[in-house]
């Protein structure tokens, strides 16, 4: 299996980026999946979730109304919509895959695998 991110890059503070993540080697349309980050010096922390329908959508209460997860079953690829980017948003970003459809989801430990990560960093 594997999930590969792509679309991060250096952005001015209340630009937008949209991430992918092209997953293959598993049955996409089986896994929830979700988006990550990592910023220097932090713990890696949970963004937003999707099912694996595209029904259900767990949000960072924080992140509401900026960020947006949407996925392409027919094509095998997750989507992450950032507008309004912040320099606090600054991290590297991964997409991780979950068998769990409930569950903890902000914990890493329910994610079965993740991408190698795609840089985002938000100029001030």
């Known amino acids: 299996a594997q999930l590969v991110e792509s679309g991060g890059g250096l952005v001015q503070a209340g630009g937008s980026l949209t991430l992918s993540c092209a997953a293959s080697?598993?049955?996409?349309?089986?896994?929830?999946m979700a988006w990550f980050r990592q910023a220097p010096g932090k713990e890696r922390e949970f963004v937003l979730r999707?099912?694996?329908?595209?029904?259900?959508?767990r949000y960072e209460d924080s992140l509401k109304g900026r960020f947006t997860i949407s996925r392409d079953n027919a094509n095998d690829v997750l989507y992450l919509q950032m507008n309004s980017l912040k320099p606090e948003d600054t991290a590297v970003y991964y997409c991780?895959?979950?068998?769990?459809?409930?569950?903890?989801?902000?914990?890493?430990?329910?994610?079965?695998?993740w991408g190698q990560g795609t840089q985002v960093t938000v100029s001030s």
């Open positions: 080697g598993f049955t996409f349309s089986r896994y929830a």
């Open positions: 999707i099912s694996w329908s595209g029904d259900t959508k």
């Open positions: 991780a895959a979950s068998r769990i459809e409930g569950g903890d989801y902000k914990a890493g430990y329910q994610y079965d695998y």
